[in-house]
């Protein structure tokens, strides 16, 4: 299952598949990105960052694609877990003084 | 260490009243961050402290809210004259800066949150 842009709230996918939750960032000269990912009444919890000078970077289960021409950021989830349901955030680094902004988020709901 | 904490986890107030949240970050972390969110949206800037200098405020962050990290340690939140609009919940977050970006050395550590209910 894929989200596409930026208004596109919700991703339903069944328990297996793999996920792409998509994000678009505003200020091209952002030079990190993170994906986090918050569970019901929890905060934010980070899952995995890229710098600028990548263009992919993988961790355990999960990959984030930055396309900088395009300003966009992708997060892959393979083998989607009903434990991944959750509401994903991106979040791109605004300057020098890390402060990090955050898109509007994404909810993925896994069914078993 | 458990982790960053937030106290109260719920606040209900009466508009027009004032109200104070409490932060106490990861100990080792020099930065602490707050944030707040409201339903179906991400976390929005409000201001951070890079030990206990305030080096920068949203426009977000009106006259009515202050903010202070006295020691460089915890930090408090108050909202004086609570509005409706206040409602949300107010996150806090802690990072450790040492200059640049290093991956995974910048990641901010969130608590719980705040859930703040103004009637």
């Known amino acids: 299952g894929e989200s596409v842009g930026l208004h596109l709230p919700t991703l339903s996918v069944q328990e297996g598949d793999n996920s792409i939750i998509n994000c678009a960032y505003s200020n091209s000269a952002s030079d990190y990105f993170i994906w986090y990912k918050q569970e019901s009444g929890k905060g934010p919890q980070f899952i995995i960052d890229i710098r600028s000078n990548m263009d992919k970077r993988q961790g355990q289960r999960v990959t984030v694609l930055l396309n900088k021409t395009v300003k966009h950021l992708s997060l892959q989830i393979a083998a989607t877990q009903p434990g991944d349901s959750a509401v994903y955030f991106c979040?791109?680094?605004?300057?020098?003084?890390?402060?990090?902004?955050f898109g509007a988020g994404t909810r993925l709901t896994v069914k078993p | 260490d458990t982790g960053v904490s937030q106290d109260p986890r719920h606040k209900i107030t009466k508009r027009g009243q004032n109200v104070t949240f409490r932060c106490d970050p990861i100990?080792?972390?020099?930065?602490l961050y707050w944030y707040r969110q409201t339903l179906g949206q991400g976390p929005e800037f409000l201001t951070y402290?890079?030990?206990?200098?305030?080096?920068?405020k949203s426009r977000l962050l009106s006259d009515r809210f202050s903010a202070e990290r006295p020691k460089g340690s915890f930090s408090t939140l108050e909202i004086q004259r609570t509005e409706q609009g206040d409602s949300a919940m107010y996150l806090c977050?802690?990072?450790?800066?040492?200059?640049?970006?290093?991956?995974?050395?910048?990641?901010?550590?969130f608590g719980a949150g705040s859930r703040l209910t103004v009637l």
């Open positions: 977050a802690s990072s450790f800066y040492g200059g640049g970006i290093v991956s995974g050395a910048n990641v901010l550590t």
């Open positions: 402290f890079q030990n206990e200098a305030q080096l920068e």
């Open positions: 100990s080792e972390h020099n930065r």
């Open positions: 979040a791109e680094n605004m300057g020098n003084n890390n402060d990090m902004r």
